[in-house]
């Protein structure tokens, strides 16, 4: 062999190591809805990693409304906090969750601000999937709140009559209704301009709804017009379907509003939501 044919030939070995690791010409299939969702999912929880104070508002806010509550007006409702952390924590447990659902649209915004999902909406995957896949993310802050409020009430004094199920129970009804509820907060971390106002918007309904419910106190101890608003306030519901979970009273028509409202919810604010994804 020549000088020439073997520099030729050493020419081609790297392109032919090439070829063989290229793929064959033929595209691979698209991933699935479910796939590309669990991929955004995923990439929700690496935020969480690389961004630990995330977890704060997760962790340390449900402890210190468990406390306070419990240890401030305990004596004064119920005679002691032992007899009120027993009515308390289901509504603490609701109100801690509903709270942290306005960081799902505040996620959005800042993706949106940053150029994010203008690069996601170039890829070949099922549209949605990069809103499911957050909210998807999210569905471990609330678990991870729940179980922080229970483990907190149990080392306060906590016993639930349901038992192990209720409580599980229980968590898992509020878990499906803050999914379908995120996409309220999802829909407008779409339409406003920047995450602080959609904080802003955001705990102009929370907080008033969350108190103005049957949390704290029973609605019977009110005046008869703010009872009008609580009996329609869609988080007396949820608190009322928890609270029957974890005590083992099983409120079958408070845990069947919860479970519609979570499906009309998605289906509802899930279409507009994308509508203005699409549109954006």
């Known amino acids: 062999m020549t000088a020439t044919q073997t520099i030729e030939a050493e020419a081609r070995e790297p392109k032919q190591a090439?070829?063989?690791?290229?793929?064959?010409?033929?595209?691979?299939?698209?991933?699935?809805?479910?796939?590309?969702?669990?991929?955004?999912?995923?990439?929700?929880?690496?935020?969480?990693?690389?961004?630990?104070?995330?977890?704060?508002?997760?962790?340390?806010?449900?402890?210190?409304m468990t406390?306070?509550?419990?240890?401030?007006?305990?004596?004064?409702?119920?005679?002691?906090?032992?007899?009120?952390?027993?009515?308390?924590?289901?509504?603490?447990?609701v109100m801690s969750i509903m709270v942290i659902t306005m960081y799902?649209?505040?996620?959005?915004n800042v993706d949106i601000a940053k150029g994010v999902f203008d690069r996601i909406r170039t890829l070949?995957?099922?549209?949605?999937s990069a809103l499911v896949g957050a909210l998807l993310g999210d569905v471990f802050r609330y678990t991870a709140a729940s179980a922080t409020v229970v483990v907190v009430g149990l080392l306060i004094g906590f016993r639930p009559a349901g038992g192990v199920l209720g409580v599980l129970a229980g968590v898992a009804l509020l878990v499906v209704f803050a999914f379908g509820f995120s996409w309220i907060w999802t829909m407008f971390g779409l339409l406003l301009r920047t995450e602080k106002a959609v904080m802003g918007v955001s705990s102009m309904v929370l907080f008033p709804s969350t108190f103005l419910s049957?949390?704290?106190?029973?609605?019977?101890?009110?005046?008869?017009?703010?009872?009008?608003?609580?009996?329609?306030?869609?988080?007396?519901?949820?608190?009322?379907?928890?609270?029957?979970?974890?005590h083992g009273t099983w409120d079958t028509g408070a845990i069947a509003w919860t479970l519609g409202a979570a499906v009309v919810l998605t289906a509802v604010f899930g279409a507009v939501t994308m509508r203005l994804y699409n549109r954006r």
């Open 18 to 64: 090439l070829r063989d690791v290229l793929a064959d010409g033929s595209r691979p299939a698209p991933a699935s809805a479910f796939a590309a969702s669990v991929a955004f999912g995923w990439r929700a929880m690496l935020k969480i990693k690389h961004d630990t104070e995330q977890l704060i508002d997760v962790t340390v806010f449900p402890v210190i």
């Open 67 to 93: 406390l306070m509550f419990t240890f401030l007006f305990g004596g004064a409702l119920s005679g002691s906090p032992d007899e009120y952390v027993q009515y308390l924590l289901p509504g603490i447990l």
């Open 104 to 108: 799902t649209g505040m996620g959005v």
């Open 124 to 128: 070949p995957i099922w549209r949605p």
């Open 214 to 246: 049957n949390v704290l106190v029973e609605p019977g101890t009110m005046p008869g017009w703010l009872q009008a608003f609580v009996d329609v306030n869609p988080v007396t519901h949820v608190v009322a379907a928890v609270r029957s979970a974890m």
